[in-house]
């Protein structure tokens, strides 16, 4: 199974602010993907990651407001931007596979990171 | 639009058996996923379904069928610990993506 890392593990930020998340992975994978669970809700795909090429928004979500990099196959980093209360949720990133062919279809989440805009 | 259903809220008792049906009806399908999420926690892994039928694995079962856009999650000899929100989650394309249903928040009593 993949190991994933996120950076901060929470923040408290001031409204106006930027906040930038990052993904570490213990095995290259080709697609990330970074998910946003506001509180008391479900997971809401942001966009996906691919190396090497920009990033794919899902409805709703753009790139001004969450930029993504994608440098190599084992690292990502979202950032919130110019931040408001709105944005205060859990943000996760997320990868496909172990690198075994049981594994394959399996998604391993991050820990998350939490964060409180104030 | 993308629609992925299943209820809010299960109570059974420890010992007892409970399923948790999903419906759904999305633009793409590559399989279905269940995970489960403690409070506070990132989701973990259930299953995958991708063929109709029943898959089995320990005290957990899941089953689907496409054709009617079904599946349910079985939890077996249910413990205090199994108290957790179920999601269920579709793959819409072959790279992963996947879109979460609401969840559905199992309380397991003594």
């Known amino acids: 199974s993949a190991v994933i890392s996120q950076k901060p593990s929470r923040d408290i930020c001031q409204r106006g602010t930027s906040l930038t998340i990052q993904c570490q992975v213990d095995?290259?994978?080709?697609?990330m993907f970074w998910y946003r669970q506001q509180p008391g809700q479900s997971l809401t795909l942001i966009a996906t990651?691919?190396?090497?090429?920009?990033?794919?928004?899902e409805s709703g979500f753009v790139i001004d407001k969450f930029p993504i990099s994608r440098p190599n196959l084992t690292f990502s980093t979202l950032t919130v931007s110019n931040m408001s209360p709105e944005d205060s949720s859990i943000y996760l990133c997320?990868?496909?596979?172990?690198?075994?062919?049981?594994?394959?279809?399996?998604?391993?989440f991050g820990p998350g990171t939490r964060l409180t805009v104030l | 639009g993308q629609n992925i259903d299943q209820p809010t809220e299960m109570t059974a008792t420890e010992g007892a058996i409970v399923q948790i049906n999903c419906t759904y009806q999305?633009?793409?399908?590559?399989?279905l996923f269940w995970y489960q999420q403690h409070a506070g926690e990132a989701p973990t892994f259930l299953s995958y379904?991708?063929?109709?039928g029943l898959e089995e694995k320990g005290r957990f079962s899941s089953f689907l069928s496409r054709s009617k856009g079904y599946s349910y999650l079985l939890l077996k000899e249910l413990q205090m610990k199994d108290s957790a929100s179920y999601l269920c989650?579709?793959?819409?394309?072959?790279?992963?993506?996947?879109?979460f249903g609401a969840g559905t928040q199992v309380v397991v009593t003594p």
């Open positions: 997320s990868v496909e596979g172990g690198g075994t062919p049981s594994s394959y279809n399996e998604q391993f």
């Open positions: 095995s290259q994978v080709t697609m």
């Open positions: 990651a691919n190396q090497g090429s920009e990033a794919t928004y």
């Open positions: 999305t633009s793409g399908f590559n399989g």
């Open positions: 379904n991708v063929l109709d």
């Open positions: 989650a579709v793959s819409t394309d072959s790279w992963g993506k996947l879109q």
